[in-house]
């Protein structure tokens, strides 16, 4: 691995050299490392690009690390990866993708990303988007995360996209058994002219389930964001879907949060709040010091957080 | 030494001048100077004007004889003003110790910022990591504001009515605050209070008056205006009734 792809692994995994654990790290369209654990393998599709992750069931404190790195320009690389947890399994998932181009051509991944997770299972999941480069070709990814939670199984999800890709549409689906839960948190930041959408869809099939979506954002410049949440409580259960998002410059948010309760028991909340920040926020690290510009960056890196 | 000279500050309404500061003069060099006086008589505006959230209409504002007047909020605050609002403003994501952190203006240690917070009445450990956010009440805001003011420990601190939302049983750990807040910064503290036990411990008291400076001096000299005063109130209530 070369300097560029060395220094977008820590952008996008914290990973300084190969991690520990199981791990699969591909590197413009390819496979470019390995491992394997006892409880949890790695095997590469047969039938289209992508790997299946197969997690024992019981397998505890384990993580799995599946970067993506692109540093070719021009790349349009699209994988299919299927996680299989096993049952009561506790592990950690970091994915991630980070887009280096120096081009002119488009580069863009597309990660399609089906869970299965088995019954009390527990997972964490966390993905993480970067895109650099001062080439003129646009940044682009497209995930798609679709997640089937068993009975008593829960998933929590952090997903940061914070800087330099152009263009995102983010797809996810749930759907929740008796007593599932689904924690989302989403972090956006968009400068420049990029534009990023995001779009979840919650369903509470079981007795029971829950799931919390927050989304935070800021949407700098000529930058657009689109926030599209839909929970449907088709039994007992409660969901909860929020979205703040800080405006600055000439930014664009359009949020649109969606309930739709098709059981007399489902419990389900939406919040959105979407503003410039507020000036008593900026006067009051004025006092502290600050110059309005240091205040900004302040209140912003602290929301992102 | 703070010094104000013939502070003057209109706003407009309804498309008419409205005067809410007129021609305020007044030097401050005490430890302890509390300013009281009806709602809406302009003492929170006179606190904006010194820490440079509002610019006066007309006036200067000197601060160790240099003149300040037109120097911005940041610039004020690095010369040495500090100020603790009447409402704490909250922040989603920012915690409380950075809050500290950036009040004290350079890194400090978890046991740092912890001192600042027991100075306050706060168990630390609790309130170190919360966001200051809605999650946290206004007296708990109160207090977390107050311990700003005391991390940055600078020559001029103003509070905007600090008792406001505190409880009574914490309201003598208050003036020891302002006490020992003196000892460290051996110079003026600047209290708007209605409460009678804030003005005690007042070297100076301004009573300012729709706009006006309507007395100044020692508590002995004031306070029994003040009494009075309150006493004409309610005898001209009683006769209403």
């Not at chain 1, 047969?46 to 799995?64: A, F, L, M, R, W």
């Not at chain 1, 839909?230 to 949020?255: F, P, Q, R, S, W």
């Not at chain 2, 001029?156 to 009515?161: I, Y």
Request: hydrophobic share 35%.
């Amino acid at each position: 691995m070369d300097a560029i792809q060395k220094s977008m692994l820590e952008k996008i995994a914290d990973l300084h050299e190969v991690p520990e654990g199981a791990y699969n790290i591909r590197s413009n369209g390819a496979l470019a490392g390995r491992n394997t654990t006892a409880n949890i393998d790695i095997v590469t599709k047969q039938d289209k690009p992508g790997i299946d992750i197969i997690i024992k069931p019981g397998t505890k404190n384990e993580s799995v690390h599946i970067p993506v790195i692109l540093s070719e320009s021009g790349l349009n690389d699209c994988v299919y990866n299927d996680f299989y947890i096993g049952e009561g399994a506790d592990v950690v998932i970091v994915a991630g993708c980070g887009i280096h181009n120096c081009g002119t051509d488009t580069s863009e991944h597309d990660g399609i990303h089906t869970f299965f997770i088995g019954k009390n299972a527990k997972v964490k999941y966390i993905e993480k988007h970067y895109g650099e480069g001062d080439g003129t070709g646009e940044k682009i990814l497209n995930p798609t995360t679709i997640v089937h939670i068993d009975e008593g199984g829960y998933m929590e999800m952090e997903t940061t996209q914070i800087k330099g890709v152009d263009s995102t549409i983010r797809d996810t689906q749930a759907d929740l058994k008796d007593g599932a839960s689904l924690v989302i948190k989403e972090k956006i930041m968009t400068h420049g002219n990029q534009t990023a959408e995001t779009n979840f869809v919650v369903n509470l099939d079981g007795v029971d389930s829950s799931a919390n979506v927050i989304s935070r954002s800021v949407a700098k410049d000529s930058s657009k964001q689109v926030f599209n949440s839909k929970i449907c409580g088709n039994n007992k259960c409660y969901g909860h879907t929020e979205c703040d998002a800080i405006l600055m410059d000439n930014g664009h948010v359009n949020a649109v949060p969606s309930l739709e309760a098709n059981d007399l028991d489902a419990s389900l909340i939406h919040e959105a709040a979407i503003g410039k920040i507020a000036g008593e926020q900026l006067i009051k690290l004025m006092t502290l010091g600050l110059t309005e510009h240091e205040a900004e960056e302040q209140i912003i890196n602290g929301f992102m957080k | 030494m703070l010094e104000l000279k013939d502070i003057c500050f209109n706003v407009r309404q309804d498309s008419k001048e409205k005067e809410i500061l007129k021609n305020i003069n007044l030097k401050i060099d005490e430890r302890f100077v509390a300013i009281t006086g009806p709602n809406g008589g302009g003492k929170s505006t006179l606190a904006k004007i010194i820490a440079g959230i509002e610019k006066p209409t007309s006036g200067k504002i000197i601060l160790d004889g240099e003149d300040i007047t037109d120097l911005s909020i940041t610039d004020r605050a690095n010369k040495g003003v500090s100020f603790a609002f009447q409402q704490p403003v909250r922040f989603k994501g920012l915690t409380v110790k950075d809050l500290i952190t950036l009040a004290s203006g350079k890194k400090i240690t978890i046991a740092e910022a912890c001192s600042y917070l027991s100075e306050v009445g706060l168990c630390a450990k609790d309130y170190i990591n919360r966001e200051v956010n809605a999650s946290l009440s206004g007296g708990e805001l109160k207090r977390i504001e107050i311990a700003m003011i005391i991390a940055r420990g600078t020559k001029l601190s103003l509070f905007d009515e600090p008792e406001a939302g505190i409880d009574l049983w914490s309201f003598n750990n208050l003036i020891r605050v302002f006490e020992s807040l003196h000892e460290k910064i051996k110079g003026s503290i600047i209290i708007i209070s209605h409460q009678e036990r804030i003005l005690n411990i007042a070297d100076k008291i301004i009573v300012l008056s729709g706009g006006e400076v309507t007395a100044v001096g020692t508590k002995d000299e004031v306070m029994p205006k003040l009494i009075e005063s309150s006493e004409a109130c309610s005898t001209l209530l009683d006769k209403l009734a």
